[in-house]
């Protein structure tokens, strides 16, 4: 992507990134851990991305069985970004795509857990322990609604089917950022910066993600103004090949002119969003 940031391996096709904000992370977990030997806090940082990674991965190997393609995952300071062409469109799709990451997480401590108690020696035991409680905690915070957070996007696939996917999107919204402004002050309360620089992201992304699907709303709903078709293709305003016929307006002369219709969802709505749809 650039010198700030750092391919480091392709999985089924997907490239993982790495920002130059995760040493802040990795120099943070040794000033912390440094005691207890740097080759434990070296592991323990490790396995820290190495879950946020697995967790990504979860979220975009079920995207990529629902047909939408995925541009890379990057892993921050923050956490990992899953960045897509495309979202599902189905409620259940979705809800099964937000439920994937958290559900690895699950898997992950519940196993690492289970083998801290087999571990002979004590540091890996502790070592197990720590990164499955990572996990859990992992869980636990991305289940909550704050979308565009796991937890969110599983709050508006619940609300879909009632609300429809607009309305939806802005209850999910509202509540997301109202999570991030309540967090934000108790970052403040407890001088936890990293807390309120997610409290920043949540709410900034929450609104972003309204904009982008109200934005594709808007066109999976327009009609062109000046276009007509024969009764042959279809009924008028609803033509059933994949030509249109388009009038010039009224004030520019000239004949009137055959183009495509049906653009493909990336050319027609991803090109104005270049930066991705992005899954915490």
């Not at 995760?22 to 740097?38: A, Q, R």
């Not at 795509?97 to 289970?114: D, N």
């Not at 000239?254 to 090109?271: E, L």
Request: proline residues 7%.
């Amino acid at each position: 992507m650039s010198w700030l940031s750092w391919r480091v391996a392709t999985i089924r096709g997907i490239p993982l990134f790495l920002d130059w904000s995760v040493l802040v992370t990795l120099t943070m977990i040794l000033f912390e851990y440094g005691g207890w030997g740097i080759g434990f806090a070296g592991l323990l940082g490790i396995g820290f991305f190495v879950s946020i990674a697995l967790h990504e991965l979860g979220h975009a190997w079920v995207a990529q069985k629902k047909g939408c393609r995925v541009r890379r995952i990057r892993l921050t300071c923050i956490g990992g970004i899953a960045e897509m062409e495309s979202l599902p469109r189905r409620p259940l799709d979705e809800l099964l795509m937000a439920s994937a990451g958290p559900a690895v997480s699950l898997f992950i401590g519940i196993v690492l857990l289970a083998g801290a108690r087999c571990m002979p020696i004590e540091r890996l035991r502790t070592l197990f322990a720590m990164v499955g409680a990572i996990n859990l905690v992992l869980l636990v915070f991305n289940l909550l609604p704050a979308f565009p957070m796991d937890g969110g996007r599983i709050f508006r696939s619940v609300l879909v089917p009632r609300f429809g996917r607009r309305r939806a999107t802005r209850i999910a919204a509202r509540l997301g950022r109202t999570l991030a402004v309540m967090g934000g002050l108790a970052a403040l309360m407890a001088r936890h910066p990293l807390l309120l620089v997610i409290a920043i992201f949540v709410f900034l992304n929450a609104t972003r993600e309204q904009h982008r699907v109200e934005a594709e709303e808007t066109v999976q709903t327009a009609r062109f103004p000046f276009w007509y078709a024969d009764s042959s293709d279809g009924p008028l305003g609803d033509p059933g090949g994949d030509q249109a016929t388009i009038s010039p307006p009224p004030y520019r002369r000239g004949p009137a002119s055959q183009v495509p219709i049906r653009p493909t969802r990336h050319d027609f709505v991803d090109n104005p969003f270049d930066d991705g749809r992005r899954i915490g």
